[in-house]
Structure formats: structure tokens, C-alpha cells
């Protein structure tokens, strides 16, 4: 059904005078004449007026015809309303998706940030496998994510961010609590605290026949700390997930890093907020001073 000649027929059974009603629409009297036939040939051929010398009066059916009308016309106009004044004050949600380690204090600062300059915005962050976090972008049920591997599929676009450090997290007692640094051959055969979802990734060539040690699999930072504490095992984590905790100490592992991406969908239109955030994001990891052994990437 077309909307015009609705909006048409509604002006015309108002005043009953062609003539008039094309007036008061800006358009001509043949142009007007033409649409109604077509109204009244999509309802399967019902006359809506009907002519009384030289002027016209709606029918019985057009009577009817312009109640119902009228009021879907309203409804739609009062649909239109509010969603024109709600347009600059609806929610708008930033769905944000993170590895575990992926720069929680720099991100927090810049989501707080962003949050107090934009009242509108809302933060939706789920924590995840880089894996899983890469399929949601895919069905888009994240606008983003700050993954550490990338792949071949063309559906997504990786932004390079930084590289940072790994560290080993050990127990106070252990035999190598006290080393200066650590080679990732240095701990084969020992318990570990793994992330389950990106140690593959990560630490493949290490992993490789050793899953025989892996005796917990963790999802966050904090829960593989706990583990380590107690004395379960050792885990290895990036530089950011690095803080003072009792029971743990961290020793540097020697060439190891982790590289953080920015992960959206190729050619996906996103609303200016939410783009507006991701570009904020980048830029904080741009212009963030350099940590000592941290590579940041200002090339992207």
C-alpha cells in the first residue's frame, strides 16, 4: 500500500474538492485523480467517492475507509514523533569484547572517559576467548573486541595496538622464585595454570606434549593468581595483569609477547558513538607512554 496515496485520500475526504485538496498537497489535480484510481483499484476496485454535479462526496465504503486511515495515519505520525525527539537522547550500547590481559586499567580508563563525556553511552564488555570474541564480531553481537592473534578470515579487520611482555607468575616458594628472568623451556614438565582459550596461541610451541601438566584451566587473571598462591601451579600472564599479591612473585620470560588487536568487522557501518569510542581507544594506545621492554604501535 502506498503511503501517499493514503495521505492522499486522507486530504481529499476532508474537503471533497479535487481541485483544493491538490492544493493543499503541491501537486496537480491529474496527478491526484490518478493516484485515488489507484487506491481504489488496490482495493479491489471499491469506489471511495462518488461525484454530486460538480463535486465529489465520499461513499459509505470511503467513510469507513477514512476512519481507519485517519487513524493509522495518526499512529504513524505519533511513531515518527517519537522517534525524531528520541534520537539524540535514546541509549546508544557499546558492545566491547576483551582477552584476558588486554590492558584492563588502560581500558577502563578511557570506557570511564568516554561514559562521562557521552551521557547516552552504555557499556556492555564481555571477557573471552580471542577464538569466541572474533565469532560474536562475526554474528555482530559485538560492535569490537581487543584480541592477541589474528587470522585469514576477510569478514574481520585487525588494527595492530601495542606488544607487550609476558611474565612468569610463580608461587614464593618455588625452586625459581628468585631468578632474574626465565626461559619458557625452563618450566616444561612443571604443574601450570593455563588460560585455556589462548595458551594454544600463544605458548603453541611450549604447550606442544605438555598437556599432561596443564592442571587448571582458567578465563581470568585474577583466578589464575589465586591458583598460583596457593601453590597449584605457575601461570604465565602479560605485563598489564602484573601487580603486587601476596603469595605470588613474577619473573620476566625471555622473549615472549603478546600482541593486542582491534577487531570490528569489515565494512560494518557503525554509529558515530560507537566509533567514536573505537577510535578513542586507539588513540589512547597511541599516545600512552612507552613501559620499559613494551613495543606500542603508532604506525596504524
Wanted: proline share 4%; hydrophobic share 40%; glycine share 4%.
Amino acid at each position: 500500500m502506498n503511503y501517499n496515496y493514503l495521505r492522499y485520500f486522507s486530504v481529499l475526504a476532508q474537503v471533497e474538492h479535487y481541485t483544493l485538496a491538490a492544493a493543499r498537497l503541491g501537486i496537480s489535480q491529474p496527478s491526484l485523480s490518478s493516484a485515488i484510481h489507484s487506491l481504489e483499484d488496490e482495493l479491489g476496485g471499491v469506489k471511495l467517492f462518488e461525484k454530486v454535479g460538480r463535486n465529489i462526496r465520499l461513499t459509505e465504503e470511503g467513510r469507513y475507509y477514512r476512519e481507519q486511515v485517519d487513524a493509522a495515519l495518526q499512529q504513524l505520525n505519533t511513531a515518527s514523533q517519537t522517534l525524531h525527539e528520541s534520537k539524540n537522547s535514546a541509549p546508544v550500547v557499546i558492545r566491547l569484547g576483551l582477552v584476558s590481559g588486554a590492558q584492563e586499567g588502560l581500558v577502563a580508563q578511557e570506557v570511564t572517559d568516554y561514559a562521562r563525556q557521552n551521557p547516552r553511552v552504555r557499556f556492555q564488555i564481555t571477557e573471552s576467548s580471542a577464538d569466541s570474541l572474533m565469532d560474536m564480531v562475526r554474528q555482530e553481537k559485538l560492535d569490537m573486541a581487543l584480541v592477541d592473534t589474528t587470522n585469514r578470515d576477510r569478514t574481520l579487520h585487525f588494527r595492530k595496538l601495542c606488544e607487550q611482555n609476558f611474565y612468569v607468575a610463580l608461587p614464593t616458594d618455588h625452586l625459581y622464585a628468585t631468578r632474574s628472568k626465565l626461559m619458557y623451556q625452563d618450566l616444561q614438565g612443571q604443574p601450570q595454570v593455563t588460560f585455556h582459550y589462548d595458551m594454544d596461541n600463544t605458548f603453541e610451541q611450549w604447550a606442544a606434549g605438555h598437556d599432561e601438566k596443564n592442571v587448571c584451566a582458567v578465563n581470568t587473571a585474577q583466578t589464575a593468581l589465586s591458583m598460583v598462591a596457593a601453590g597449584f601451579g605457575f601461570c604465565f600472564l602479560p605485563e598489564s595483569c602484573v601487580q603486587p599479591r601476596e603469595g605470588v612473585v613474577f619473573v620476566p620470560l625471555e622473549n615472549w609477547h603478546q600482541a593486542l588487536y582491534m577487531c570490528i568487522l569489515y565494512d560494518k557501518w557503525l554509529e558515530p558513538p560507537v566509533w567514536g569510542f573505537c577510535e578513542g581507544l586507539v588513540q589512547r594506545f597511541r599516545t600512552q607512554p612507552k613501559l620499559e621492554n613494551d613495543h606500542w604501535y603508532t604506525d596504524i
